[in-house]
């Protein structure tokens, strides 16, 4: 599904399957840049992504400039697309290829994008950035991105043509169209992890790691004041839904098949079963982030540094595993880290102890969807630390969030998330 002996680009393909920008990996290939079966070629680290990978110690992004005039902005090109005029915006961090019209939503896509690249460098851990700019593409028209699209992948095309609303990933290349102003921020952050561990990581995340962290990304709102967007991860009401509704009817999947599974097959499965593997992703990403008292947080810092430099093939060795685990995991190496089955990732990283990190996880999940946390979803909040602040038990004891149990899950059920006000929402077109 991956790895293929030859060096063979592949993409990271992503389809918009609801009112916000759910974005999903729909065929096969999800990364980019020639990879190896071959461990004589590369034994420890995979090979780096399209450009060098920056390794002096990491420093803080570039500022970005909020001014209204859009100082972020350091030169406005020409540009032609295959079919129409265009501009190329260039900041620090992005080059933006664009032929959208609106002068206002073109500075709010700089300013975003200026922004994303600071939340992706330090919210998780302190990463460096790319040692280069990276290409965006976002068109005005779907009909614009559909001829690019031919004209860049041939032969290839035909799978994302197929596809509804949305874009893909190729060689760190965002390649998206204009949804209406929310749905497009949202999917130019999501996208844009996956840009950014194109590259920058030497070793590849597993799948349930970098889609989580991609839909981790999502959250945020524009300030109704300055006009600046602010990233909080969970001001995702789309995730949250999805979640709060997959718990409601008993159809969440168990952590276990979540960690060895990939995105394209639950695809298979329909629309619904894969909004949920997104959305419980997004909660998997929280739950390393706070879950159990943030015991697993300075883990998640040491993976996400350790694909930076190469060295998770070390770090997976290092855990200690009977003899027969340790084969299937050289094994498993020599394709890459990718599909390393999930197990070893968190004995490594997180904890030996697999049922705890199962059952914490199940327990994490039903107090998001407790009945009164959309209002902290609304604010951007954890849930989670709201129930606790306010003195509240957790919502379940035995893990209602994949047993099934219909009356387990009615007593998760919540009220609808309030809509945000219209203060709050992106610029128009």
Not at 24 to 42: E, K, N, Q, S
Not at 146 to 165: D, F, I, N, W
Request: glycine share 8%.
């Amino acid at each position: 599904m991956l790895a293929r002996s030859t060096p063979t680009p592949r993409h990271d393909i992503r389809a918009l399957l609801s009112t916000a920008a759910l974005a999903i990996a729909a065929v096969a290939g999800c990364r980019a840049g020639p990879l190896t079966d071959d461990p004589r070629a590369m034994p420890e680290t995979e090979p780096a992504r399209a450009g060098s990978v920056t390794r002096a110690p990491v420093a803080a992004p570039e500022p970005v400039g909020m001014a209204p005039n859009g100082a972020v902005v350091r030169a406005v090109e020409p540009w032609r697309s295959t079919t129409r005029e265009g501009e190329r915006i260039i900041t620090p961090s992005f080059r933006i290829h664009t032929t959208m019209r609106s002068e206002e939503f073109k500075r709010l896509m700089a300013i975003f994008s200026e922004r994303a690249m600071a939340h992706w460098t330090t919210s998780l851990a302190p990463l460096p950035a790319p040692d280069r700019q990276l290409d965006t593409y976002v068109f005005g028209s779907r009909d614009e991105w559909a001829a690019h699209t031919r004209t860049k992948l041939g032969a290839e095309a035909g799978a994302y043509l197929a596809l509804g609303r949305g874009g893909y990933t190729s060689n760190a290349e965002a390649i998206l169209y204009d949804i209406g102003p929310g749905d497009t921020l949202t999917i130019l952050a999501h996208e844009g992890w996956h840009q950014f561990t194109q590259s920058l990581f030497r070793q590849e995340l597993p799948p349930w790691l970098e889609e989580g962290i991609a839909a981790y990304m999502e959250g945020h709102r524009i300030s109704p004041e300055s006009g600046e967007p602010i990233f909080t991860p969970w001001r995702n009401f789309e995730r949250f839904g999805e979640l709060r509704d997959a718990v409601r009817r008993g159809r969440t999947v168990p952590i276990d098949q979540i960690l060895d599974s990939t995105a394209q097959e639950y695809l298979a499965d329909g629309r619904d079963r894969l909004l949920t593997y997104y959305a419980q992703v997004w909660a998997l990403v929280h739950y390393l982030r706070e879950g159990e008292d943030g015991a697993y947080g300075s883990g998640l810092s040491r993976l996400l540094a350790d694909c930076v430099a190469g060295r998770v093939s070390d770090t997976l060795r290092s855990a200690p595993m009977p003899q027969d685990e340790a084969r299937a995991l050289d094994r498993a190496l020599r394709r890459g880290t990718r599909l390393v089955p999930g197990r070893y990732w968190i004995r490594a990283y997180f904890t030996p102890d697999l049922e705890r990190f199962a059952s914490g996880y199940r327990d994490f999940v039903d107090d998001i969807v407790a009945r009164g946390s959309g209002d902290a979803i609304w604010r951007g909040r954890s849930p989670v630390l709201a129930r606790r602040a306010a003195g509240a038990k957790p919502a379940s004891s035995g893990g209602s969030s994949s047993s099934g149990s219909d009356a387990a899950a009615a007593a998760v059920v919540a009220p609808p998330v309030p809509a945000p006000p219209p203060a709050d929402q992106s610029p128009r077109r």
